[in-house]
């Protein structure tokens, strides 16, 4: 985000040589603080290989059921690694055989299931993107998307992996057209396009989120570079929408410009309701919810700010229609929020969040008991990753 990790930090197009690391690192948890805020109670913790200087660092991405959560750490190199974290605190690193090991290179997990496999993808030593699944005894399987480019830059990106471990993601072809893809557990990679999606350069369908059903939720971009958000029903029925205050510019519209995105935000819960944003023509972000009947609900944190680059993100949902994501003020700090179906929205602050423009607290997953997940940003742009029991 700016957030200096904030939704405009690209993790395409990242080039580099170096060997792969083969080896698989156990961590230890290192857990800086467990605290309670107006009934919250926070557990701030950072992988012990993680850097300690700005744009280094541990971000959380996911949460399952069981507590356990998934992420990535970038080391004082800057080389992203993959993490896991028990509910006990245990911190175990991990790596892709393939992934490189120069800056901006490496291992990021994305989602992790109720079975503890995770989905993510990895940047290898020629710049290239590819996806991978890790089962919850750390077996890791790499693969690719058959219509991926072999351009520094393009590739195979998994975002998403269900309980029935489908998972979804894109994939960037050699002209950089981007196409939404679903992966069975078996290995089989099934590629879907949205009709109106554009053609052209960063144009295109992508698929973030997959509920147990099999519906996959995500954004296409037209040939105007416009924004929009759609559903792919498990029968491969695809419903396109739009929240009526979305712009209608240029990386603007229902999800903004999601090739420069590092963290994606939308989910869509077992009920086939879907979380998200849009930015508007003054390029702020507003939070929406849609149900599977098709009804949006477009909300704002009241501490949002209203300027570009300002706004609420609604980055996940649970089962019971709770949204988690982050909001940022006029003043660019960032700060987490929970919205209860009913519309109630909660703000939150992790205990070491600085409290000036590119810092503060972010929400990125929800499981079903409504603990979140996330990264804050401290007083010195270093990451670190908390949860926060409701």
């Known amino acids: ?29 290192v857990v800086l603080a467990t605290e309670s805020a107006q009934g919250q109670t926070f557990t701030t913790f950072s992988a012990a290989g993680a850097g300690t200087a700005e744009n280094e660092g541990t971000i959380a991405t996911s949460i399952n059921d069981a507590g356990t959560i998934a992420g990535f750490y970038i080391d004082s190199s800057l080389v992203r690694h993959g993490f896991v974290r028990t509910t006990a605190g245990k911190i175990t690193g991990f790596e892709a055989s393939g992934a490189g090991t120069e800056s901006k290179q490496g291992t990021i997990a994305y989602a992790i299931n109720s079975a503890g496999t995770i989905a993510g993808a990895y940047h290898d030593s020629s710049g290239l993107w590819h996806g991978f699944v890790r089962t919850a005894a750390g077996k890791i399987t790499e693969f690719s998307a058959s219509g991926a480019g072999a351009t520094p830059g393009q590739g195979t990106y998994a975002f998403a992996i269900n309980t029935a471990g489908v998972i979804a993601g894109l994939y960037i072809d050699d002209d950089w057209v981007i196409h939404g893809f679903e992966r069975a557990a078996d290995g089989t990679i099934t590629e879907f396009n949205v009709s109106e999606a554009g053609a052209g350069e960063l ?19 037209d040939s105007s570079s416009v ?6 029903s498990s029968s491969d029925t695809i419903t396109t929408f739009n929240a009526s205050g979305a712009g209608t510019g240029s990386d603007q519209g229902t999800g903004g410009n999601f090739p420069n995105t590092l963290i994606f935000q939308i989910g869509i819960n077992t009920a086939g309701t879907i979380a998200g944003y ?24 009241s501490g949002a700010g209203k300027a570009a680059n300002q706004g609420t993100i609604a980055a996940g949902i649970n089962t019971a229609g709770t949204i988690t994501g982050y909001y940022i003020d006029a003043s660019g700090v960032g700060h987490g929020f929970s919205r209860t179906s009913g519309g109630k929205i909660t703000g939150f602050e992790a205990p070491g969040a600085g409290t000036v423009s590119g810092q503060g607290t972010v929400g990125y997953a929800i499981n079903t008991a409504g603990t979140i997940t996330g990264t804050y940003v401290d007083g010195s742009y270093v990451f670190h990753g908390y949860l926060q029991n409701p």
């Open 1 to 29: 985000m700016n957030m200096r990790m904030h939704h405009r930090s690209s993790i395409l197009g990242v080039q580099g040589r170096s060997a792969a690391l083969t080896m698989m690192i156990a961590l230890a948890a």
């Open 203 to 221: 144009q295109g369908t992508g698929a973030f989120c997959i509920n147990s059903d099999g519906d996959i939720a995500g954004y296409y971009v």
């Open 278 to 301: 849009y930015v508007d023509d003054s390029n702020a972000y507003h939070g929406f919810q849609r149900s599977s009947a098709g009804k949006l609900t477009e909300f704002r944190a």
């Open 227 to 232: 924004a929009h958000g759609f559903e792919r």
